[in-house]
C-alpha cells in the first residue's frame, strides 16, 4: 500500500519509502515531489499520509494550494434593483467592491465604483474569488 493519496497521482515519494529505525528523539526526512499537470484546478488540497512500523501508524495531515504566476483584470459593474429597472438604466456609483480570496475569505483588493458604477481591480493573480454582494 502507498503512503501517498492515490487521488494526487502528480504528489510523489521521493524518497524511499522504507526508512531505517529511529532512535528515540531522533529525527528522519521524508521528501515528497509535487509535480502537478499545467492545468491543475488553482484550490486547496488536503489529506493525510500514512506513517507506519510493525506495531503503530500515525497520519499526518498535509495542505498544498495550487497556485500560478498568471495575471489579470476584473471589471465589475454595480446594480440595484432601482438602477436595474429605472429609465436609462444608471449604475450605483461610489459602492465599495471587495474582491476576497474564495478559499481563505481575506480581501485582496477592494476599491469603490466610479461615476459609471465601475470598479476596475488590475493585475489579480489568477485564482479563485469570491465578490460578495452587499445590499
Known amino acids: 500500500m502507498s503512503p501517498l493519496p492515490s487521488t494526487l497521482p502528480w504528489m510523489t515519494l521521493s524518497s524511499p519509502a522504507t526508512i531505517p529505525s529511529i ?7 521524508v521528501t515528497i515531489a509535487l509535480n502537478p499537470p499545467s492545468d491543475l484546478p488553482l484550490t486547496l488540497y488536503q489529506g493525510s ?16 494550494r495550487a497556485t500560478s504566476d498568471g495575471k489579470g483584470d476584473l471589471r465589475v459593474t454595480a446594480t440595484d434593483d432601482y ?13 465599495t467592491i471587495t474582491v476576497r480570496d474564495a478559499i ?29 454582494v452587499v445590499g
Open 83 to 95: 438602477t436595474y429597472y429605472v429609465a436609462g438604466g444608471p449604475k450605483v456609483t461610489n459602492a
Open 49 to 64: 499520509l500514512a506513517v507506519a512500523n510493525n506495531s503503530t501508524a500515525v497520519s499526518v495531515s498535509f495542505q498544498f
Open 23 to 29: 532512535a528515540p528523539g531522533a529525527k528522519a526526512t
Open 104 to 132: 481563505t475569505m481575506a480581501a485582496i483588493a477592494q476599491t469603490n465604483t466610479d461615476a459609471n458604477g465601475i470598479a476596475y481591480f488590475g493585475g489579480l493573480p489568477e485564482g479563485p474569488y469570491v465578490v460578495p
